[in-house]
């Protein structure tokens, strides 16, 4: 399934020869660990069985780099860091929970917040556009463009809270439910993270309404099926909890968010 001999998520390690050959065997040799790989603390984890590890890989003399063998499950902490980033990508879609373990604790992918609000201009812009469309033939004011700036705006607004309340409701069933999902204290920044970033389904909005057809209503349910999905991933990889926590951490958010979209309809500030 590898690829082989890439260094993708590592810029200025060009030679990993060495990695394939090497693996498997970490005794016994005088090793001088990379600066990205060096580390005190355990800062990395097996995307395997999830135990903390201190480093990926080793860079020996000769320019020899060497995946890390885990010491409790006895395999490579982490094999992604010599695959494609697109073979990464699928095994992110397709929800494996090494991809996400690798994305989430062993890169430094730094782009939540801009993924986040990308997301959420993506969301504003299918609202705005069904809100056009329902709003074809009635409004006299069809032709005041600032009218229609406003709209998004609110629409942006609307999906933003929305997204809140859904995070809102998955946070409050954690923290209630703290003392059984985890020993220590839950990384709930991290979570946030890894929430954001598991919400990247959301892109498929824009092409689902451009490419519009008879199946578009169908198309955003399953990308709501397939974002709410990523997220039930994300949750339970980054708090290593059962997918029965996961899965009402989901629930409790969904519910909260229909609570106040709920909210929004009364108020009629939402398209309905
Ligand atoms: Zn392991």
């Not at 970490?26 to 069985?49: F, H, K, L, M, N």
């Not at 860091?81 to 604790?105: G, S």
């Not at 990384?187 to 929430?195: G, H, P, Q, V």
Request: net charge positive; hydrophobic share 40%; proline share 3%.
């Amino acid at each position: 399934m590898g690829t082989g001999g890439r260094y993708g998520l590592r810029p200025g390690k060009g030679n990993a020869e060495g990695v394939v050959a090497g693996k498997g065997n970490t005794d016994g040799v005088a090793a001088t660990p990379t600066p990205t790989a060096a580390s005190a603390s355990c800062q990395y984890r097996c995307i395997e069985c999830n135990q903390e590890a201190k480093e990926l890989y080793r860079d020996y003399n000769h320019g020899v780099l060497k995946i890390t063998i885990c010491k409790s499950c006895q395999k490579p902490v982490d094999k992604y860091i010599e695959y494609d980033p697109v073979i990464i990508l699928i095994n992110a879609i397709l929800c494996k929970a090494q991809a996400y373990r690798h994305i989430l604790f062993n890169t430094k992918i730094n782009m939540h917040g801009k993924l986040c609000i990308f997301c959420l201009l993506c969301e504003a812009y299918l609202r705005w556009w069904q809100l056009q469309d329902s709003n074809q033939n009635t409004d006299p004011d069809d032709f005041i463009r600032y009218a229609k700036e406003w709209d998004f705006y609110r629409m942006f607004a609307i999906a933003s809270l929305e997204q809140a309340a859904f995070f809102t409701g998955i946070f409050t069933f954690l923290w209630v439910e703290r003392p059984t999902t985890a020993k220590k204290k839950p990384d709930f920044i991290l979570l946030l993270k890894a929430l954001l970033l598991s919400s990247y389904g959301k892109l498929l909005l824009i092409p689902a309404v451009i490419w519009e057809h008879d199946y578009t209503s169908l198309c955003l349910r399953l990308i709501k099926v397939f974002v709410l999905t990523s997220n039930f991933q994300a949750i339970r990889v980054t708090l290593n909890i059962s997918r029965k926590l996961s899965f009402l951490a989901i629930v409790s958010g969904l519910l909260v968010e229909s609570t106040m979209v709920y909210f929004f309809q009364r108020m009629e500030w939402d398209v309905g």
